[in-house]
T-cell receptor, first 113, second 116 residues
Framework: NAGVTQTPKFQVLKTGQSMTLQCAQD?????MSWYRQDPGMGLRLIHY???????DQGEVPNGYNVSRSTTEDFPLRLLSAAPSQTSVYFC????????????FGPGTRLTVL | AQSVSQHNHHVILSEAASLELGCNYS??????LFWYVQYPGQHLQLLLK??????LVKGIKGFEAEFIKSKFSFNLRKPSVQWSDTAEYFC??????????????FGTGTLLAVQP
């Protein structure tokens, strides 16, 4: 039981490049979210999903796309990376009705040059 | 829109000192409240949570928090900190709206440094 896994752990991009941050969970949780963590700003919600095929925007969705084709996976796509997207990205999952069982992944540290 | 305020951005304490970290939220309805901790180089871990009932909740590692509804506050306390408590602490609120409890709003975090 791996819980929540994120890949890669570290990534360096050039401005304008695209990439996908992967998040996978093996707990059969319906709810999954992506956050970014920046110094002095805490964690901010980017996108979230309440189940396969259902996604919605969080606080800071611009520049990011998501999709949820399966319960297990919730990839975050940067279509054209910008230096402002340099951050640490965390994926989280939980089961509806039981928000105390939230699990966070280990994070992806992204640097955009 | 809901928001969470943590007024202490950086706290430095000596071992055995008492700790209180402030957290205030803005939302008039039913809320679930959380404190998370992030140790250096690690991901977030749940310290404690409040859903209903006794407003004084106890979490792991000797931490506790008190929900004061009239003050919209959920302050974190520990009577005697240890060097190993050095970490960043985040308050978070999950506001209820007819059952959708998937949006967790975080505060900006408080960095606690405990000196031996």
């Amino acid at each position: 039981n791996a819980g929540v896994t994120q890949t890669p752990k570290f990534q360096v991009l050039k401005t304008g490049q695209s990439m996908t941050l992967q998040c996978a969970q093996d707990m059969n949780h319906e709810y999954m979210s992506w956050y970014r963590q920046d110094p002095g700003m805490g964690l901010r919600l980017i996108h979230y999903s309440v189940g396969a095929g259902i996604t919605d925007q969080g606080e800071v969705p611009n520049g990011y796309n998501v999709s949820r084709s399966t319960t297990e996976d919730f990839p975050l796509r940067l279509l054209s990376a910008a230096p402002s997207q340099t951050s640490v990205y965390f994926c989280a999952t939980w089961f509806p009705g039981a928000p105390d069982t939230q699990y966070f992944g280990p994070g992806t540290r992204l640097t955009v040059l | 829109a809901q928001s969470v305020s943590q007024h202490n951005h950086h706290v430095i304490l000596s071992e055995a000192a008492s700790l209180e970290l402030g957290c205030n939220y803005s939302y008039g309805g039913t809320v679930n409240l959380f404190w998370y901790v992030q140790y250096p180089g690690q991901h977030l871990q749940l310290l404690l949570k409040y859903f209903s009932g006794d407003p004084l909740v106890k979490g792991i590692k000797g931490f506790e928090a008190e929900f004061i509804k009239s003050k919209f506050s959920f302050n974190l306390r520990k009577p005697s900190v240890q060097w190993s408590d050095t970490a960043e602490y985040f308050c978070a609120v999950n506001a209820h709206r007819g059952g959708a409890t998937n949006k967790l709003i975080f505060g900006t975090g408080t960095l606690l440094a405990v000196q031996p």
